[in-house]
């Protein structure tokens, strides 16, 4: 197993296939989008597969796909076939807004992907709308019962945020009462891209306020037991199927069993959400660096990551205190 220079196991990536996403929710870019990278500058598929397979050699058995929308790419599944090929890779999931999944849904189940991470911050219409400036709710509600009709875990991924979605954590929440999916409330977090002011530093919702929220509307929120490494707090609620999760993604509470890696879709490897890039595996790749020195530079890297969030966020270059969108990260 590998471990980072606090004991940490790191044995989940996070792989962004692309930064392009087809909603613009103005929580991760302004309305106008970001400006996309030049294709030539992502990584190829060939490049993902080399550097996914050096880390399985490392200790990583679990990697999501992520993006930008992950379906936006072409040929993903192919590329999904060939990365659960590789030796030491035990699970591959992945998280989509939900908008081009639903056709693609039978495949992943032959490809045995057993969880999906479906992004979706109301149930009502017109606010799906405004948040993501894209009428396309319709079709995500289709990819989430295509998704457990097919018999694929979904967790919920809903964002909370003050004075734009409140009134829809409770409609969400009330999904997990007929339905066996968990609804995870996120933190507000400041990758936006410059869309609006980064997060404050008291946040209105934060993940008290959102427990307390929930337990206040819905009764006794029952503690699950965690597991190491996991990001959201577990509870269930009597008489529901599914559960609930509250992630306090920029309270940065979990930071301590934190056993995740990030590459993004040009190549760099962030062994923490809110550092700036720690390498950059793109430039080692395309001037022809062997896979031993692919290796050392990564293990050089995992020795010297951040303690938490705080530390990394500390570290980012003054120039880079205006947060990235998250389309540019990989969710």
């Known amino acids: 197993m590998l471990f980072d220079n606090h004991g940490r196991p790191l044995e989940y990536l996070r792989l962004a296939v692309t930064d392009r996403c087809n909603l613009r929710c103005f929580y991760c870019m302004p309305e106008e989008g970001i400006k996309y990278l030049p294709k030539q500058e992502l990584l190829t598929y060939e490049e993902m597969l080399r550097l996914t397979g050096l880390l399985a050699g490392l200790g990583v058995r679990k990697v999501r796909l992520t993006g930008g929308e992950p379906f936006v790419r072409r040929d993903l599944v192919p590329f999904m076939a060939r990365l659960s090929e590789l030796p030491g890779i035990e699970e591959i999931s992945l998280t989509t807004n939900g908008v081009l999944t639903a056709p693609h849904v039978p495949e992943l189940a032959r490809l045995g992907v057993r969880t999906v991470n479906l992004s979706l911050d109301t149930l009502d219409r017109a606010r799906f709308a405004s948040i993501t400036r894209r009428d396309e709710l319709p079709r995500v509600l289709d990819t989430l019962y295509a998704l457990l009709e097919a018999g694929i875990r979904v967790k919920i991924n809903a964002v909370v945020m003050d004075g734009q979605n409140i009134e829809d954590l409770l409609p969400l929440a009330e999904l997990t009462r007929e339905l066996p999916v968990e609804v995870r409330f996120i933190e507000e977090m400041p990758f936006n891209g410059g869309s ?58 979990f930071c301590g069993s934190c056993n995740r890696l990030r590459l993004t879709a040009e190549g760099g490897l962030k062994t923490c959400l809110y550092d700036q890039g720690v390498l950059d595996l793109r430039a080692l790749l395309r001037t022809g660096a062997p896979d031993d020195e692919l290796v050392a530079a990564l293990s050089h890297a995992f020795r010297n990551r951040a303690a938490n969030g705080f530390e990394a966020e500390s570290q980012r270059p003054l120039h880079q205190l205006n947060f990235e969108s998250m389309s540019t990260i990989g969710g």
Do not use: F, K
């Open 196 to 253: 609006h002011e980064a997060t404050p530093a008291t946040l209105p919702w934060n993940h008290h306020r959102i427990r307390e929220h929930l337990a206040l509307n819905l009764g006794e929120l029952m503690p699950v037991p965690t597991h190491p490494g996991d990001t959201a707090s577990h509870y269930t609620v009597a008489g529901h199927q599914g559960r609930l999760g509250i992630i306090a993604a920029y309270s940065r509470t």
